[in-house]
């Protein structure tokens, strides 16, 4: 079975200082991963992906994850914070080869950057 | 703007009532998908359609059902409707060249009263 873990329900940063959003992941054979934002009262944004290929994966916003098979994590970072990235972040998993297979989000994480 | 639209914004209505919330795809996007988000569940999957057919199934309750019309438009029905119903629903689409990758509407907000 297929599951995420966001293990932070908040996390606070300050501005210009790197930051970081937890996920871990269970699915059987590779996985689909994926980021997503949500700005209050929007509905959410795509902002990376994993598939193949190089761990590092560049998306929007100047976000990146880090996909780490043997610990089985995709965490979200950012070099450098600002006051605008606060948001709610949804981590997202998928098995790549099964098409019946659907989307599992995880519980997201509220950032929450200070001036 | 993500391309999909949904009606409407905001829905009231009272406990028993019947209502159909209404979700268009981008242009092009044959996969549907619902999404119910609660403060105290989070984002839950309800139900996935692709090209006019159920594909998943979620946590979908019984009182709930969704069908995609040739257009590729897409319905939620919620039936007898409890105060619990009260929720932001959201739907996605995706696309064949990026199956995964979806694309959220602006969600309808439902108060059951």
């Known amino acids: 079975a297929q599951s995420v873990a966001q293990p932070e329900d908040q996390v606070n940063v300050a501005e210009g200082n790197p930051l970081t959003v937890k996920c871990t992941y269970s699915?059987?054979?590779?996985?689909?991963l994926f980021w997503y934002v949500q700005y209050p009262n929007r509905g959410l944004q795509f902002l990376l992906k994993?598939?193949?290929?190089?761990?590092l994966v560049k998306g929007s916003y100047g976000f990146e994850a880090e996909f780490n098979k043997s610990q089985t994590s995709f965490h979200l970072k950012k070099p450098s914070a600002l006051v605008s990235d606060s948001a709610l972040y949804f981590c997202?998993?998928?098995?790549?080869?099964?098409?019946?297979?659907?989307?599992?989000f995880g519980s997201g994480t509220r950032l929450s950057i200070r001036p | 703007d993500s391309g999909v639209t949904q009606t409407p914004k905001h829905l009231i209505t009272a406990t028993g009532q019947r209502v159909t919330l209404r979700c268009s795809p981008r242009?092009?996007?044959?996969?549907v998908y619902w999404y119910q988000q609660s403060l105290d569940q989070g984002l839950q999957f309800l139900i996935q359609?692709?090209?006019?057919?159920?594909?998943a199934k979620g946590n979908i309750l019984e009182r709930f059902s969704a069908q995609q019309f040739p257009d590729l438009h897409s319905e939620l029905n919620l039936s007898s409707l409890e105060l619990g119903d009260s929720a932001l629903y959201f739907c996605?689409?995706?696309?064949?060249?990026?199956?995964?990758?979806?694309?959220f509407g602006p969600g309808t907000r439902l108060t059951v009263t």
């Open positions: 996605a689409s995706s696309g064949r060249t990026a199956p995964g990758e979806q694309y």
């Open positions: 699915v059987s054979g590779n996985p689909y």
């Open positions: 994993y598939i193949t290929g190089d761990n």
């Open positions: 997202a998993v998928r098995a790549l080869y099964s098409s019946a297979s659907k989307i599992i």
């Open positions: 242009s092009g996007d044959l996969s």
């Open positions: 359609y692709y090209n006019g057919e159920e594909r």
